[in-house]
């Protein structure tokens, strides 16, 4: 399983979903998206690992195909 999460939502703050993610143990490889402030994405990726997810990349936005293919890839070939 992927979480593709952007984390510039308009009704709900992705660092906050992370947190929740962690809490509730997923054992889904995430994968961050934004179209905003790489450095708040690199900061969620960071929370993620320090929250012992399976942070599987970042990707900024607008999404290509190709990066995206591959980023989903690779999840898989890590499970």
């Given at each position: 399983?992927?979480?593709?999460?952007?984390?510039?939502?308009?009704?709900?703050?992705?660092?906050?979903?992370?947190?929740?993610?962690?809490?509730?143990?997923?054992?889904?490889?995430?994968?961050?998206?934004s179209g905003s402030d790489m450095s708040?994405?690199?900061?969620?990726?960071?929370?993620?690992?320090?929250?012992?997810?399976?942070?599987?990349?970042?990707?900024?936005?607008?999404?290509?195909?190709?990066?995206?293919?591959?980023?989903?890839?690779?999840?898989?070939?890590?499970a």
């Amino acid at each position: 399983t992927v979480i593709v999460l952007d984390i510039m939502m308009p009704d709900a703050d992705g660092i906050e979903l992370v947190r929740f993610l962690a809490e509730e143990k997923t054992r889904a490889a995430i994968l961050l998206i934004s179209g905003s402030d790489m450095s708040m994405l690199r900061l969620a990726h960071k929370l993620g690992e320090a929250l012992s997810l399976k942070m599987q990349g970042v990707l900024v936005k607008p999404l290509r195909a190709a990066p995206l293919r591959d980023a989903l890839e690779s999840a898989h070939a890590a499970a």
